[in-house]
């Protein structure tokens, strides 16, 4: 899940203590970033940054907000490394100066989990996941959003690194937490609905898939959201393990559309379009979408397990001999 901006918290200090301008232009940062203005945010937070040094200190709480903010907009602007090194440089300030389990402490452990997961960085990723969630389970509760919004993440983790039961698991206990506690329309709940579905389509053994519930909880997640590409995605993965090629075909072509040309994410979608034009008999096609794919995935260095399995999948299928 993104990088989320901080807003001052209640209780912890009071902002009209600090000078107005600064908070003036924390908010406005945080309206640009909301708007999609992601370079105008980015800049006027480096700017707020500097000034909150030099007026506040480096540990002051807005600090360390605007410290986070600022690795957000680094994140949104695909500038990963930067964004890693400073919610490192982050979560290490707010445990010292707001102790381990403080909320905004527990938010900067999740951002930087998302930073490694871009990175790459699986394994990093899944073990800051599972502190996270243990440590926010006993402070905010089993059923917080914050919470449940590291559930995702976690099963997520689980799912990239190959532990595709625990991943399953994990998701089957998320959505109906999500249902009882934000509803069925919920953002979160729409996600955890395609993250299920994603898993029942993709488990390692055949035997075990459910592609028929796949569907239906992906066609609810695409219902929900119809703009929203990784949902469509699912629903196109759900479509080809049902055998439903040219349905495949559509869905996964729609969710590349959605998303940006070079985003590594579509590698998924690319092996899964490989495989659905190979069954239709378009093997010219296939070839191309295979190829893409590879490029997407090796230019993300990504070490997630499942896409390696995907990619194996659909190699096989087209008789693509690869030296890896």
Known sequence: MPGRSLSPPQGI???????????????LATSYAAAGRTQEALQL???????????????????????????????????????????EETLQLMKAKLGPDHPLTLLGMANLANCYNTAGRTQEALQLREETLQLMKA????DHPDTLGSMINLANSYAAAGRTQEALQLREETLQLMKAKLGPDHPYTLMSVSNLASSL?????AKLRDPQRAMD???KAVAGDPKNADFRDTLGTARYRAGDWKGAIADLEQALRLRKADDSANSSAGFFLAMAYWQVGDKAKAREWFDKSVVWMDKSK????????????????LVVKENR
């Open 217 to 219: 909880l992906a066609a």
């Open 139 to 142: 402070k905010l509760g089993p």
């Open 302 to 317: 990504n070490d997630d397990a499942e896409l390696k399995r995907f990619r194996a999948e659909a190699a096989e299928l």
């Open 13 to 27: 200090d009071n902002p009209a203590d600090d000078p107005d301008t600064l908070l003036s232009m924390m908010n």
């Open 45 to 87: 937070r480096e700017e707020t940054l500097q000034l909150m040094k030099a007026k506040l200190g480096p540990e002051h709480v807005n600090t360390l907000m605007s410290m986070s903010n600022l690795g957000a907009s680094y994140y949104a602007a695909g500038r990963t490394q930067e964004a890693l090194q400073l919610r």
């Open 201 to 205: 389509a993709s488990l390692p053994d």
